[in-house]
């Protein structure tokens, strides 16, 4: 499996050599914002479109992704099967190939994620400078994966300086400073746009209200920066504004980037009642700056909400420096996975394997280097299996 992904890995590189420089145009199509049910049941009612087989099993994209990817995939696919959770996976490659000169992935998996609705994807890697654009974000922006929603909760029996850590990030995640849209002025002069538009913008606000609500949070708190871009992180603040007004009981406030960044690492745990929300690469950086607080990003899963399909993913890349070794901590992409079985209903599994991982990370001995342990992957995943 692991060869497979390197020739994959491999052959993307080669063509990303050929690749002719591409611009990363998003859609400019107006959104539609359909709202969200009020209680989390029914929002997944809402949300979930994707159907039982006459098996009784649910079909589920899975993307297993570069690095670590393969590693930290199995360990899913292993604890998923000992829990008996019922889905089947159709794992699909995401290798981007020339289209009539355009950078695209392959229909299939685009089909796969279209038909079944919801996906489990390990990381991407991405080329720096020249090469094909982050297929991450080509999926978000392919399937309208508008919100990124990323939880950073402290984990029992891990002792960092904060025990108390409760954070909720909800990232916009199609336009902002990841738009792509750059071009060179003149030799030596580049321009890159950062894109707002008010159609994302209050999807995702809206989104962020409604979350707060759904997870019992007081407060909604957008992070901007809006005293030096303040066009587009105005749009944004001025949005965010509007949209508190349709939320009576949510209280909501603003705060500059730079000073929550400082908050946060000071004592994250005055942040715990809030709701997070920001434009795009705010909240990539911080969900990594976040993910340090707890223990590091083999803890933090995330997932990608969309309206017709949503992505689960952990919050980390694919780890290249220790890709292939077996010492990734595959819980980060867990609990992402836990986040998708709770988005499709399958509570009760769910909430069974989030436990044994609990247990195993509170007990100590069988866990990953990352975490202070050594553990490989493997025992890590087969001391949940025994704790399910
Ligand atoms: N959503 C995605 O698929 C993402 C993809 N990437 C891509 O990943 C590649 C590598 O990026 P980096 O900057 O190195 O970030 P990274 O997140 O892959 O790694 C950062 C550090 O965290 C460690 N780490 C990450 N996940 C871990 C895990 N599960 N267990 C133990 N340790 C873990 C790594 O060993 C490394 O020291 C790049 O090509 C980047 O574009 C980066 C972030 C997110
Ligand atoms: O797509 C990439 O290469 C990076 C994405 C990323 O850092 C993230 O989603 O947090
Ligand atoms: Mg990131």
Redesign the pocket.
């Known amino acids: 499996m692991l060869v497979g992904r390197c020739v994959a890995a491999t052959a993307r590189q080669q063509f990303t050599r050929q690749a002719p420089r591409q611009l990363y145009r998003p859609a400019f199509a107006q959104v539609q914002w359909k709202g969200y049910a009020t209680t989390p049941e029914a929002e997944k009612v809402a949300k979930f479109k994707g159907q039982k087989g006459s098996d009784g099993k649910y079909m589920v994209t899975l993307i297993e ?4 990817g393969p590693e ?1 995939s199995q360990s899913v696919k292993d604890i998923f099967t000992a829990a008996d959770v019922p889905i089947k996976w159709e794992s699909v490659d995401v290798t981007p190939r020339l289209i009539d000169g355009k950078t695209s992935i392959p229909q299939e998996a685009i089909d796969s994620v279209t038909r079944n609705s919801v996906a489990l ?7 720096i400078g020249k090469g094909h654009v ?1 297929l ?1 974000l080509t999926l978000r922006r392919t399937f309208n994966l508008f919100a990124n929603v990323r939880p950073c909760k402290s984990i029992a029996g891990y002792k960092t300086p904060y025990n108390n850590v409760d954070l909720s990030l909800i990232r916009e995640n199609t336009e902002g400073e990841y738009s792509g849209i750059e071009h060179v002025v003149v030799d030596g002069v580049v321009q890159s746009i950062k894109l707002i538009t008010r159609a994302a913008s209050e999807r995702v606000l809206r989104f962020a209200f409604q979350y707060a609500q759904d997870i019992g949070k007081p407060k909604v708190r957008a992070v901007h920066k809006a005293t030096i871009m303040k066009m587009s992180d105005g749009l944004f603040l001025s949005i965010a504004r509007e949209v508190s007004k349709d939320f009576p009981n949510v209280e909501f406030d603003a705060e500059l980037l730079d000073n929550a960044c400082l908050k946060i690492v000071s004592d994250p745990t005055p942040y715990n009642d809030k709701v997070l929300v920001m434009p795009n690469l705010y909240g990539d950086i911080l969900s ?1 700056m976040c993910a340090g607080l707890i223990g ?3 803890l933090t899963p995330s997932g990608n909400i969309g309206d017709e399909c949503s992505i689960f ?10 890709a292939g070794k077996g ?7 867990l609990l992402s996975s836990i986040m998708m079985l709770q988005h499709m209903g399958v509570t009760q599994h769910a909430d069974r394997i989030r436990e044994a991982i609990f247990k195993t990370l509170a007990e100590g001995r069988t866990i ?3 975490l202070g342990g050594k553990a490989k992957t493997a025992e890590y995943a087969e001391a949940v299996i025994k704790n399910l």
């Open positions: 992704g570069d690095g670590i930290i994807k390990g990381p991407l890697a991405t080329p982050s991450n990594d590091g990003l083999g993913e952990a919050v980390h890349g694919s780890a290249p420096d220790i010492l990734a901590n595959p819980t980060a992409l990953t280097g990352d």
